[in-house]
């Protein structure tokens, strides 16, 4: 056995990789684990990255980042938000870091915010290890009800202005999320001039789990559906797709500037010529959404 | 020795990673390389991967991929082309890979298409192992001259109407392409109504290297500087930006609809709609711009 005075200190170096497919993904280093937990619906983990900040993996998929969370919390909100001519009463399905009811926190205007989550751990999780998107439960507004999304919106009707549909991919505990049945039970939940929102994939990887979305919803809203995009580097591509269906006036064309203007809010990524441009498709995505 | 039937026959896997820290990055599988060179300037590679199909390496850094590269090529060229009034002349400076010409060739309505390419290994390669971008040399209004393009401007006046640098990264062989006087040459370059359009790296990870284009490409265009932002998977954050100076109309309220819409071409990402959407920033980016 050599000596101390031959051996090197090296420090174990732990990276985390999240496979895009069988054969590419994004890979960065790890500085620590701060919590893992099997809930009864997923595997929870909580890591501190050098890149990104803290960041939640749920079954090993990179949810948000500090470094880039609020793209896609200013979007799944804003765009909705300045779209509806009057909104009053949000309701999220998903969400449970608490990013997107912190910034429908922000919008003094509403009346009244309610999330549905399926997963407590997530909340408990979120609250205690990045306070950051957590501190949107502080709000007196926000009434988090745990419970399933699905079933909670299959008796309201007339309820909603907007509704946000905040959750993960199309499989394991979201995949209800996608479905036709639910669509349609989320247009009924929704008043006049209602819309909602819901985090659609991208097209370059997943063309396929993205129009699975925009399927059920143009069933649901009589093809009146939009989809939208916003720049989030830590997601498969960077290119993130909303897909938006409306029972009032095109989404893309209606933007509220007097609510905007009073608001006076400081975002990070969202303006009002993000609201108009985010609208505009590359070509080969309009031919998706032709084609699938 | 164990006899042959205790043995696995494991196939080794090969997997490229592109760093955009020391920390982070994107990893892809590799299923052969295809070609390795050392040039005077540059090591050179392409291999050929599962998702992105044939990839070119500069210096350990991918420059384009099959899948991704119709997105920067169009973006590059299209947004000076339709937002100048009446282009006939074009230089290109660097761009060896041929994607830029070959997009430049679709547009019947130019006069001539100078290249001024400084890596003759890489047109070399490109035409050998990526066709679909070599092809651009093929068409005869292409005139590729091998040479130093930060010599060849400094002897030009009035000579050009549109002139794009296509770039590697800000350092090794394109340094000098990022630098104010390199500028100042191509402003002199340009005719009236004269258009310069940049790579410029990513607000997320680089953004001093974006911003040192920028500024020089401000100073010597007097702040007629406009930046513009495309989805690229394959390149850091996802999130790429282009810097465009200008010497007649602001380049994001200029479109030349009627010359658009008489070519006819079928694009797969540029169309009307994303060439003034592709203007619009996100807050962040913004305040980048006014702060470094």
Excluded at 149 to 175: H, L, Q
Excluded at 240 to 249: E, M, Q, R, S, V
Excluded at 268 to 284: D, G, S
Aim: hydrophobic share 35%; net charge negative.
């Amino acid at each position: 056995m050599p000596s101390f005075s031959w051996r090197f200190i090296i420090n174990p170096e732990f990276w985390f990789s999240e496979k895009y497919t069988d054969s590419c993904g994004i890979t960065f280093k790890v500085r620590s684990v701060l919590y893992t937990k099997e809930s009864d619906f997923q595997r929870i983990d909580i890591i501190d990255t050098y890149d990104y900040g803290r960041v939640m993996l749920l079954d090993g998929l990179v949810m948000y980042t500090e470094k880039d969370e609020f793209v896609y919390h200013e979007m799944i909100t804003c765009v909705p938000l300045f779209a509806h001519p009057n909104p009053k009463d949000i309701l999220v399905v998903g969400g449970g870091d608490g990013g997107t009811v912190r910034e429908l926190g922000r919008h003094t205007y509403l009346n009244s915010i309610t999330e549905v989550e399926i997963d407590e751990s997530v909340v408990v999780a979120a609250k205690e290890y990045t306070p950051f998107t957590g501190c949107g439960y502080d709000n007196e507004k926000v009434n988090l009800i745990i419970g399933d999304g699905i079933e909670f919106v299959k008796n309201k009707n007339n309820a909603y202005d907007i509704i946000i549909i905040d959750s993960t991919d199309p499989f394991g505990p979201a995949e209800g999320l996608f479905s036709g049945e639910f669509y349609s039970n989320v247009k009924n939940a929704l008043r006049e001039d209602g819309i909602v929102v819901a985090q659609a994939e991208n097209p370059y990887y997943d063309p396929k789990w993205m129009m699975r979305s925009v399927n059920n919803m143009r069933k649901a809203f009589h093809n009146n559906v939009e989809c939208y995009l916003a720049y989030i580097p830590t997601y498969p591509s960077g290119m993130w797709n909303f897909a938006l269906g409306y029972k009032g006036k095109k989404a893309s064309e209606s933007f509220d500037i007097k609510r905007y203007k009073n608001l006076n809010l400081h975002f990070r990524y969202y303006n009002k010529n993000i609201h108009r441009a985010c609208f505009a498709l590359p070509e080969f995505m309009k031919e998706i959404m032709q084609t699938i």
